[in-house]
Structure formats: C-alpha cells, structure tokens
C-alpha cells in the first residue's frame, strides 16, 4: 500500500542533518539544523500534495482538504531530539504520515474528512528544558509565562521564536479546533513488542511522569568511632526508601518509579553520610494508580525518617496527567493490525509524546513500531524496513477506516 523505499530514503536523508560524530542527531529548537529539516520535510510535504505553512510558534503543518465540511484527522510527530540522539524518535512518526497521504494521492483516494499532518515544535525540550511547545499551542494551552522560559545562553523562547521569524504575539493563533482525533506512529523505546515477537503495537495510553525530590538530612560524623545503634545516616534511610519504592511500583502492572539522580554529601570514604537528595520519577496510564504509588512511597519515606531520626523534605518538580487512547481508535488499529497478519499486542507508553498535550481536547491513538534491543535516544536507535512497513501500513488503513466511522 506505500513506497517503503521512499519511506526509508526519506528517514536517511534527514538523519543527515544535525548528525554527529557518534553516528547520532542533534537538532534542537529554533536552531539551523532545525530549520534545514523542516524545509527539507516541508518538501516531501509538497511532493505528496499537501499545502504547506509553519503557524506562529514554528509547528510545521501540511494540509488535505476534504471531500466533506468535517472535523480535521490530525497525524504527526516531531522532528527535534534530544542530544546525539537516533534518527527514528519522532521524525519517523511525521514522514509515515507523510507518505500514507502520498501513497492515498497515488491511489487517487479522496477522503471525506481534511487532513493535517504536524511537525510539532520541540517535543524533546531539550533546549529550554520545556517540552511539546508545539502541541502545547495547537491544544491550546501554551502560555506567555512558559514563553520566558531560557535556553542556557539566557535566551527566552520567545526570543528564540523572534530570532527564527516568528511573532511571539500571535503564538495563541496556532490552536486547531474542530478535531476529529490525532493518530501518531512511534518507536516503542522498549522491548514489550521485542518480547512479543510483534512488528507493531496498539498504545493503551501515555504515562503522566510526576517528579519529585526527596532530600534526607541526618547527622555526618567519624565512620569509625561512631557505633551503629547511635548513626543517623541519611543514607541507609535513603536506600531503604528507594528500594520500598521499587517494590510498590511493582505491584502495578504499568507503573514503574525511578531513580535518576542522587547526592551524597559529604561523599567521603569515612564520613557517615549526612544528606542524601535523590529525584523519583513516578507514572502510569491511571492517574489513581500513579497517586497511590506516590501516597504510599511518601508514607513510607515518612515512616523511616521518624524512625531514625532524619529531617524529610519532599519537593514537586513536575506533574503531567496521563492521558487514556481513545476506545474506538484502539479498536479500529487492532483491527488494522490483525489485517496485515500481525498479532495483536497492546501496551502503555512509558514516554510522552505530543498527543498528552490533547487530554480533554479530542480523542488520540498511537501505534508504536518495534524497537530493536528497545534502545532510544541513542545513535543506536533502531527499527527495521519491515516493521516500519507494517506501521505504516497499519496507519494507511486506520485512517481509511476513521474517514467513513
């Protein structure tokens, strides 16, 4: 049903910009190699007979009227990464977009509902810290405070947008109303679909991260002239806080928690620990579930600094709701999916992506594609021609099976 040949010379082709050394991709923000991309997408935009413009914040969108006055199937991804990272995550999202409209225009398929496939602006938020710019302004919820928000050269969003051409003043105009639903193709960035020996996967929902950090403060003193029954070390209460949250997070299915950062202070060979501070990372697909991993790894944290005697403080850095894949979306792809003679294998995704910025706003799904080894964000990202072929194949008749629901 598509070119995958096109499809895979496509992702080539624009790996070519912004890459490393290490073999890896750097394009961030409102930089050149950003820009060199998106012209370059923005012409395989046009060779599939879309009509093409960027909106005020820089999302690039390529547009397909419909046959009928109907609300707009919305298709995408992004094209920014994070620091050397694979040529797969995101950018293969928008150019299977891209070349189902162009294997549809092919055909000479005319589609009920218009069309609009969305290169987001800096999903990865790798230069301001400050993530889904882009499908922030399309839901609607982009603010001018988050506009201030600087790079580490102490340049503003806004700024960067005024620099690349764009006016700050208008960014609201970027929301898109009258949505019928968003559908993106994905690696995985895991090994559920590996494990299951399947080519692609049916998205159940997007994981909302909510972040803390936990600093424990006791008392540093000699490790050898003081007794064990007397210490309070921060950090064996530390330890033990974050193995107990390993073992809750366990009890749900699709929760995980984790640890990605810790000092220890004063970090010496023979000092007692006096201070630990730790960031935990704690989602899942159900916001109840995710609030009771929080309660009950805060309650425990609670219980060991009483009972040894250690100061607690816990401080949010970040709370994003998670966001459930639309019913009949789900249904119409694991139908797809079971046509190509694939088996059926739904999962949550641990990552975020674009569509969470849609919660509340219109319906989403995602189909994710196999990720070799599971490895992403890494030069050695990969997926192979032919679970490529059947995501997008997958996305093909998806979006022909929505056009007539």
């Known amino acids: 049903m598509i070119n995958i040949h096109r499809l895979t010379s496509h992702l080539h082709d624009l790996s070519t910009i912004g890459k490393t050394k290490e073999g890896g991709v750097n ?65 293969l999202g928008v150019l299977t977009a891209i070349e189902v409209i162009h294997s549809l225009n092919e055909k000479d398929i005319r589609l009920k509902h218009p069309l609009k496939v969305i290169a987001f602006k800096d999903e990865e938020g790798t230069r301001f810290g400050f993530g ?8 609607g919820t982009l603010t001018n405070d988050d506009l201030k928000r600087v ?6 969003i806004e700024q ?24 993106e193709v994905h690696i995985e960035q895991g090994k559920v679909l590996e494990n299951h020996d399947a080519s692609v996967g049916n998205v159940t929902g997007i994981a909302g991260p ?17 007794p064990m029954n ?8 530390a330890s033990l806080i974050i193995a107990e949250a390993e073992k809750i997070a ?67 850095l970040q709370r994003v709701e998670p966001v459930r894949c639309d ?27 674009d569509g969470m910025q849609f919660k509340d706003r219109f319906p989403i799904g995602m189909i994710f594609v196999r990720s070799k080894d599971g490895i992403s964000h890494n030069p050695k990202e990969f997926s192979s021609e032919q679970d490529i072929e059947k995501a997008a194949n997958v996305l093909y008749r998806s979006i022909l099976k929505l056009d007539v629901k």
């Open 327 to 353: 019913e009949n979306i789900q249904e119409v792809i694991c139908d797809s999916i079971k046509e190509i003679g694939e088996p059926v294998v739904s999962l949550p995704s641990g990552a975020g992506h």
């Open 230 to 237: 007397q210490r309070q070390d921060a950090l064996v209460g």
């Open 160 to 183: 960067a947008m005024e620099q690349y051409g764009f006016d700050r003043d208008q960014f609201q105009s970027a929301k898109i109303e009258n949505v019928k639903c968003y559908l």
């Open 250 to 316: 366990k009890e749900f299915p699709t929760a995980v928690a984790t640890v990605g950062k810790l000092s220890v202070k004063p970090n010496g060979v023979n000092v007692i620990p006096g201070e630990v501070t730790w960031t935990m990372d704690i989602r899942d697909i159900d916001k109840d579930t995710r609030d009771e991993v929080e309660q009950r790894i805060r309650q425990f944290a609670d219980k060991i600094a009483i009972e040894r005697r250690l100061d607690l403080k816990v401080s949010e």
């Open 210 to 226: 909510v972040w803390f950090q936990f600093t424990l403060t006791g008392l540093s003193e000699h490790a050898g002239a003081t």
């Open 132 to 139: 889904m710019i882009g499908s922030r302004a399309v839901a």
């Open 151 to 156: 790079d580490q050269q102490g340049i503003s």
């Open 27 to 91: 394009r961030f923000s409102y930089t050149n190699e950003e820009r060199l991309a998106s012209e370059q997408v923005k012409q395989y935009m046009v060779a599939a007979g879309l009509t093409v413009e960027y909106d005020a914040v820089g999302n690039l969108i390529g547009s397909l009227e419909g046959e009928d006055d109907l609300p707009v199937v919305l298709l995408g991804s992004h094209i920014d990464t994070v620091p050397n990272g694979g040529k797969y995550d995101g950018s």
